[in-house]
Nanobody
Framework: QVPLVESGGGLVQAGGSLRLSCKAS????????VGWFRQAPGKEREFVAA????????YYSDSVKGRFTISRDRAKNTVFLQMNSLRPEDTAIYYC?????????????????????WGQGTQVTVSS
């Protein structure tokens, strides 16, 4: 497993923006695709977005498509989640995660069970 650290969460008003970061601690995660999930109180953890290990492919849930952008900076060993036009229903703990396989990503990998390494999460709260 690769230790992951998320940052960038906070409190923002509806319509505002935040940028989350995910960084591997002490190791590179360059051979891996990276996914973002979120979990609101009382709800299951849900897929938000993923970027392939090359950075050339990106995938989004329908609920965030057009508002969120996932990207990776391989030189900085960091993956970003730019979140715009935030809504109160985006309030959750956001986690980054690595899939169980290196050097590939399947668009069907959208459940927590498809991912093996997780960060501790960062809280995002959107006020109305």
């Amino acid at each position: 497993q690769v230790p992951l650290v998320e940052s960038g969460g906070g409190l923002v008003q509806a319509g505002g923006s935040l940028r989350l970061s995910c960084k591997a601690s002490g190791r590179t995660f360059s051979p891996y695709a990276v996914g973002w999930f979120r979990q609101a109180p009382g709800k299951e953890r849900e897929f938000v977005a993923a970027v392939t290990w090359t950075g050339s492919g990106t995938y989004y849930s329908d609920s965030v498509k057009g508002r969120f952008t996932i990207s990776r900076d391989r030189a900085k060993n960091t993956v970003f989640l730019q979140m715009n036009s935030l809504r109160p229903e985006d309030t959750a703990i956001y986690y980054c995660a690595l899939p169980n396989e290196r050097y590939r990503y399947d668009a069907t990998w959208r459940t927590p069970g498809d991912f093996g390494s997780w960060g501790q999460g960062t809280q995002v709260t959107v006020s109305s």
